[in-house]
């Protein structure tokens, strides 16, 4: 039997990002439920960003918060410019690692380990950026802690917001039919944003459901926030790539199983 053989899973990335995960769910036997949370949206005003990478030979450093930023950066600059050839590249992690590879521009700096703002910022790069000019590709809304924390370094930072989120309106009735035949075992979340949007979407009786489904979230902000919401059992955290995504969900049914049988002995 495969590892996920009969587990349902609801899988909330935003849909352009979602058949990855959803592939390897198939591949080891489970049901993968495709319910987007989250779109991806143009700047509602696009010409503060345009600018910005006009003049991007002024800075000594880019960030890339997430995939969805070095895509959205990247096509931009491609079709204004040339990427500057001083300009060190960090990414917050290894999905935003990978995409920058795709475009033929490395990152310089990305965490080996937990991908997250904290741990970005506890490496000896990121700690000696005293008089550098920074620029952060994110999206609307995003924390505040990177660029609050190398400001009190000494660097002088800017934002770049290449993207904004949307709620889609989506089936909220065939997802609460799905969870009132018992067929979603696990939910995956991957941002907060994401987990906010799928508790209002579902309403309070979805809702209920929902904080009785385990989570897998990949932060431990996600954990907190689910907590706050009321989730019943402890978050599953894990990192945000495909793969780390799925072990967790393959561990987690290992770990019942386990329990099953200790039950039936």
Partial sequence: ????QGVGVLVTRP????????ALIEAEGGRALRFPVLE????VDSEPLLALIDRLEEFDMALFISPNAVNRALNLIKARREFPAHLKIVAIGKGSARELERFGHPADIYPERK??????????EMRQ???KRVVIFRGDDGRELLADTLRARGAQVEYAEVYRRGRPNADVDGLLHHWARGEIDVVVTTSNAGLRNLFDMVGKVGQQWLRNTPLVVVSERGAALARELGFKHPPIV???SDESLVEAIKAWRLGRLSEGSSHER
């Fill in 1 to 4: 039997m495969r590892p996920l």
């Fill in 238 to 240: 894990t990192e945000a």
């Fill in 15 to 22: 849909a352009h990002q979602a058949e990855g995960l959803c």
């Fill in 115 to 124: 991908f997250d703002s904290e741990t970005l910022l506890d490496m000896e």
């Fill in 40 to 43: 991806i949206l143009d700047p």
């Fill in 129 to 131: 950026v005293a008089g």
